[in-house]
């Protein structure tokens, strides 16, 4: 079934599917990201997240399903639609001999309008480099000018694969800074990341992949709320657990779900205080030392432990 018109989204699509060879790496996607908005696409390595976001983009064409970007589709070279995109590749290489500000520059003249080149380098922090050669910058520095590559054509939609990759924390609050005065504009933006704080912090709403499916969507609070309860216990045995079980682990008081990643056990919790010394008591009578025991406040990651048994960056 083909997508009807919808005025409010960015981006649609539906039943997307992308194979390479015996690689199914997107798996009859469906996706809607609201104009305004930031979206986030969080997953593991491998998940297709990049895929879907190049099909997005116009760079690669699905082997089936309906892709709809800003109310038109991608025909031909797709110039004017590619005049209202910005981009930020996961890994961009720029010319070594040129400097930043030509760099800046060269980007500028592919758009019919946009930002002043000085006004990008100055919000990026890069405006004492505008003479610097590429070969002379930082990763960092680099990442920065793919940003500002990406901003200057003053995109109504902005596509930003693992942005803060290689970023120091200064530069990566600096990016998060750029990206929510981006959504005070209304611009949208569809990023995908690994950074649980990022996508919390910026993300209206975020769609965890794995597998090339959407496993669970809706905004940060309403996935973390899902688990049923706020905190999580983290602990581990001298013996790895081996002879704990699940099911009496679930029954200790607070105790909302039980997930095991190799010799570490993940409680989800309501009250830290009743659960831990519960657990400790039970660890206690089964002589099974606790080696380490840490609680913090569910967070994005501990949504996809419990929807998958893995960690985000196990791939």
């Not at 976001?53 to 399903?65: A, N, S």
């Not at 209202?84 to 040129?98: S, V």
């Not at 081996?242 to 095991?260: C, H, I, K, M």
């Amino acid at each position: 079934m083909p997508l009807s018109s919808n005025a409010t989204s960015a981006v649609r699509c539906q039943g997307l599917v992308k194979r390479y060879g015996d690689l199914l790496a997107v798996d009859r996607l469906d996706l809607d990201v609201q104009r305004g908005e930031c979206f986030g696409m969080l997953g593991p390595n491998g998940a297709g997240k990049t895929t879907t976001v190049e099909i997005f983009e116009g760079l690669r064409e699905p082997d089936d399903g309906e892709v709809e970007v800003l109310g038109d589709r991608w025909r031909g070279e797709g110039m004017a639609l590619r005049a209202r995109l910005g981009i930020q590749l996961q890994e961009t290489k720029f010319p070594e001999k040129l400097r930043v500000g030509e760099v800046v520059t060269l980007f500028r003249s592919f758009y019919p309008r946009g930002l002043e080149v000085a006004e990008v380098l100055a919000l990026l922090s890069l405006d004492e480099k505008a003479d610097a050669y590429v070969r002379t910058l930082s990763g960092g520095q680099k990442q920065r000018l793919s940003l500002g590559c990406a901003l200057v054509g003053d995109p109504e939609l902005l596509f930003l694969d693992e942005p803060t990759t290689g970023l120091d924390p200064q530069s990566r609050r600096q990016t998060w800074d750029i990206v929510e005065a981006l959504k005070a504009r209304g611009r949208t933006v569809l990023l995908t990341t690994h950074y649980m704080e990022e996508a919390a912090r910026l993300c209206d709403r975020v769609a965890v992949v794995d597998h090339g499916k959407v496993i669970a969507l809706g905004t940060p609070r309403e996935l973390i709320a899902s688990l049923g309860a706020e905190h999580v216990v983290e602990f581990g045995t001298a013996e790895g657990g081996a002879d704990l079980l699940a099911e009496a682990l679930g029954g200790l008081p607070s105790v909302e779900g039980v997930v095991r990643d190799a010799a570490t056990w993940r409680l989800t919790v309501r009250e830290v205080h009743r659960a831990v010394p519960a657990l400790l008591a039970f660890l206690a009578e089964r002589h099974a030392e606790p080696t380490y025991l840490t609680t913090h406040h569910a967070t994005l990651e501990d949504v996809f432990m419990s929807l998958t048994g893995r960690r985000l960056r196990d791939g």
